[in-house]
DNA sequence: GCCGTTTTCGGCCCGACTGTTTTCAGTCG
C-alpha cells in the first residue's frame, strides 16, 4: 500500500492521540482514528483519487479530506502541529507504556511535572507517584517493568514496513535503464519477523547513476541521512530504517544475492562445502581456488548448482538442516503463496474493520482466492446479536454472487474466548457459522497452568475449528501469553482443531519456532491476516513467508485444501 | 468529525479486566 496512505493515518492517528491527552470531544477523537484505519486500509494512493472517491470513504468527510490535501500539500497538517506545541513530547511517549493512558499521562505531567519516560522512572524510583490517586505498588511495578524492557529492546523494524520500503525502492531501481536486476536480500528475504535494516542490490554496468538516482529518492517523505561511495550508499530514513543499496556487475549479482541474502551460519556451511570442493566462493562469485577461474555468479541457482546442491528457499536458509538435505536433493517441498487457496480471517464494519462485506469480498476476489472467509468478533463488545448474524449472512450471500466471481464466501466468526475458556455465544449460535476461530483477547496475564487449562478448553469444545493468532502477542508491544505450548498443541491435534499462523505483521503469530514444534506434535495451520480493511490482504505473503521458515509443506495448511476438504475438517468429519 | 432503507441532528464507544478508590476510573482491544 502506498507509503503516503500510511503517513496520512499516522499523522492522523498522532493528532487523535494528542488530542485524547489534551481531552478534546471523544467523537472527534474517533473520528479521526476511523479516518486514520480506513487511509491505512485503503490500496490506492490517496493522492491520486478524486475529491468524490475520497469523501465516499467510510469515516472521511469534508473535514478530514480537507486535511488529507493538506497534508499531500504540504507534508503536515496545522492541526497537528497545533496539537503538537500543544504538549512535550514525551508526554505522548509516555502513553506507549502498557497501563499508561491519556489520563494517567496528563496527571503526571499537570501534578508532578513528568514530561518523558525517563522521569517518570525516576519518580517512580523516589517513590513519588504514591502520592498521586489512582497510584499504587502494583502501577509502579509494572511500569517499572515495562520501561525495563523497553530499554533492552533494539530497534528492529516489522516486516511490513521494511517491505514497502523495499518494494517502492525495487521499482524505481528496476525503471533504470542501467539496472539489469534489482533486488531485496538480507533478514527481510529470509522473512525473520523482524529486520534490522534493509539491504538492497542492484546489478549495472555503470554504478554511477544508479547510485545518483537511489540519493535523490524520498525516503517516507523526508531524506534521510546518506553515505556515499562508487558502489554502496546508505541512507537513514525518518523512522529510523537504514537502507544499504549495493550494486554490482551483472555477473557477481547472484552471488552478491547469495552473500547478502544469508544467514550467516548458511553462508558460512555454504563456503565449507565449496573449500571442500576446491572452490572459494564469495560475494563476488564462486571460483577455483586453483586458478581463481570463475564457476558461477550471474545467478544463485548456478552457484548452489556449482557446489551439487539444490537452491534452498531464502526463507530456508538457516543452517538448520537444510544444508545436508539440499546436497542429498532432498530438500522438502514447503508452501508457496500460490498454493493458498482463501483467507479464513477476516473482519468488516460488523465489528472492528474498515471495510464493508462487499468491499473485503471484491479484496478477497481480487487475490484469485476460491474462497474468502468474513469473521467478525463475536462476543464482547460486539453487538453480534443472532438477528445482526442472519442480516450479514443474507448481506455475504448476496455480495459473493455479486463480486464474488465464483470465489465462496464463508461466515465464520472470532470468538473472544473468557477467562474460563468459555465462550459468550451458545453452541447452537455457533454452529450457525460455517466455522469457528476462537483468540484470546482479554485476560492475557493469567498464570500458565491457568492459561492451558482455558486453551484445552477451547480446543475440546466441539465448535472450534481454529485458534486464532494462538499467542496473542503484539510485536515491540505486549509480550505472547504463557501457557503450556506442547499440551496445547497436542490438544489441537487431537481435536482437529488447526492453529492460525497470522500473517498480520504486528503478530506473526504462531511465530516460526512455535510453527516448528506445533508440526511435530502433528497439528495442522491455517494461515490468514486478519485483515481489518480491503487493503490488507496482501499480508498473506508474511505469513507463508513464516511457515517456510518452519518448512511447513502446502498439505498441512488447510487453506489450501480444496473447499469440499476444508469444510469436512471444518464438520469434524475428516 | 462523521453519518443516515429507523435520523440532516443526535447518536456514535462497549465489555472486561485491573488496581485500587469500598463502588469505580482508567486502560485495552
Request: proline content about 4%; charged content about 30%.
Amino acid at each position: 500500500m502506498p507509503i503516503i496512505n500510511e503517513e496520512i493515518a499516522s499523522a492522523f492517528g498522532e493528532l487523535a492521540d494528542l488530542l485524547e491527552l489534551t481531552g478534546a470531544d471523544r467523537y472527534r477523537i474517533l473520528a479521526y482514528r476511523r479516518a486514520a484505519a480506513t487511509l491505512a486500509g485503503f490500496a490506492r494512493d490517496v493522492g491520486k483519487i478524486s475529491e468524490k472517491e475520497l469523501t465516499g470513504l467510510s469515516g472521511i468527510g469534508r473535514a478530514t479530506a480537507s486535511k488529507v490535501r493538506e497534508f499531500i500539500e504540504t507534508g503536515t497538517m496545522r492541526a497537528l502541529e497545533d496539537a503538537r506545541a500543544e504538549l512535550p513530547p514525551g508526554v505522548l511517549e509516555m502513553t506507549t507504556l502498557p497501563g499508561m493512558g491519556p489520563k494517567k499521562a496528563m496527571l503526571l505531567h499537570s501534578e508532578l511535572g513528568i514530561n518523558t519516560i525517563d522521569e517518570l522512572q525516576t519518580a517512580i524510583e523516589g517513590q513519588r507517584l504514591r502520592e498521586l490517586k489512582g497510584f499504587g505498588s502494583k502501577t509502579e511495578e509494572k511500569l517499572l517493568g515495562a520501561i525495563g524492557r523497553r530499554a533492552h529492546a533494539s530497534k528492529r523494524f516489522l516486516l511490513e514496513g521494511a517491505f514497502e520500503l523495499a518494494d517502492e525502492i525495487l521499482r524505481e531501481l528496476r525503471a533504470l535503464p542501467q539496472v539489469s536486476r534489482a533486488e531485496y536480500a538480507g533478514s527481510l528475504r529470509r522473512m525473520k519477523e523482524t529486520i534490522g535494516d534493509l539491504d538492497i542490490l542492484a546489478a549495472a554496468d555503470d554504478p554511477a547513476p544508479v547510485m545518483e538516482h537511489f540519493a535523490s529518492m524520498r525516503f517516507g517523505r523526508k531524506r534521510g541521512s546518506i553515505a556515499r561511495g562508487p558502489t554502496k550508499s546508505s541512507i537513514v530514513t525518518k523512522a529510523g530504517l537504514q537502507v544499504d543499496l549495493r550494486v554490482v556487475a551483472p555477473d557477481e549479482f547472484g552471488a552478491a544475492l547469495q552473500y547478502f541474502t544469508g544467514s550467516q551460519a548458511h553462508n558460512v556451511a555454504v563456503r565449507e562445502i565449496a573449500v571442500k570442493k576446491g572452490m572459494k566462493l564469495s560475494e563476488y562469485g564462486l571460483f577455483t581456488v586453483e586458478d581463481g577461474k570463475r564457476i558461477a555468479g550471474a545467478t544463485e541457482e548456478e552457484i548452489y548448482q556449482a557446489l551439487g546442491m539444490q537452491t534452498p528457499l531464502p526463507t530456508m536458509r538457516e543452517n538448520r538442516g537444510e544444508i545436508p538435505l539440499a546436497l542429498d536433493e532432498r530438500l522438502p517441498s514447503v508452501i508457496r503463496r500460490e498454493d493458498i487457496k482463501g483467507d479464513l480471517h477476516a473482519h468488516t464494519v460488523y465489528s472492528d474493520g474498515t471495510g464493508s462485506v462487499a468491499e473485503m469480498v471484491q479484496a478477497g476476489a481480487e487475490m484469485g482466492y476460491s474462497y474468502f472467509a468474513i469473521t467478525d468478533h463475536g462476543g464482547g463488545r460486539w453487538r453480534f446479536t443472532e438477528k445482526i448474524i442472519r442480516k450479514q449472512r443474507q448481506e455475504i450471500e448476496r455480495v459473493s454472487r455479486e463480486l464474488g466471481g465464483g470465489m465462496t464466501v464463508l461466515q465464520g466468526v472470532e470468538m473472544s474466548i473468557r477467562p474460563d475458556g468459555s465462550f459468550a455465544f451458545s453452541d447452537e449460535v455457533l454452529a450457525s457459522f460455517d466455522f469457528v476461530i476462537a483468540s484470546v483477547h482479554d485476560a492475557l496475564g493469567m498464570d500458565p497452568d491457568a492459561m492451558t487449562r482455558r486453551l484445552i478448553r477451547v480446543m475440546e469444545h466441539p465448535e472450534v475449528n481454529i485458534i486464532g493468532h494462538p499467542t496473542s502477542r503484539r510485536l515491540q508491544k505486549r509480550p505472547p501469553i504463557s501457557f503450556d505450548l506442547e499440551a496445547v498443541f497436542r490438544a489441537a491435534a487431537a481435536n482437529d482443531v488447526a492453529l492460525e499462523i497470522s500473517a498480520h505483521p504486528e503478530r506473526i503469530d504462531l511465530k516460526d519456532d512455535h510453527v516448528r514444534l506445533a508440526r511435530e506434535l502433528g497439528c495442522l495451520f491455517s494461515i490468514d491476516t486478519d485483515s481489518h480493511g480491503p487493503g490488507r490482504l496482501h499480508r498473506m505473503r508474511y505469513g507463508v513467508g513464516t511457515a517456510q521458515r518452519a518448512w511447513v509443506p502446502a498439505e498441512e495448511v488447510i487453506n489450501t485444501w480444496p473447499l469440499q476438504r476444508l469444510k469436512k475438517f471444518f464438520a469434524k468429519k475428516a
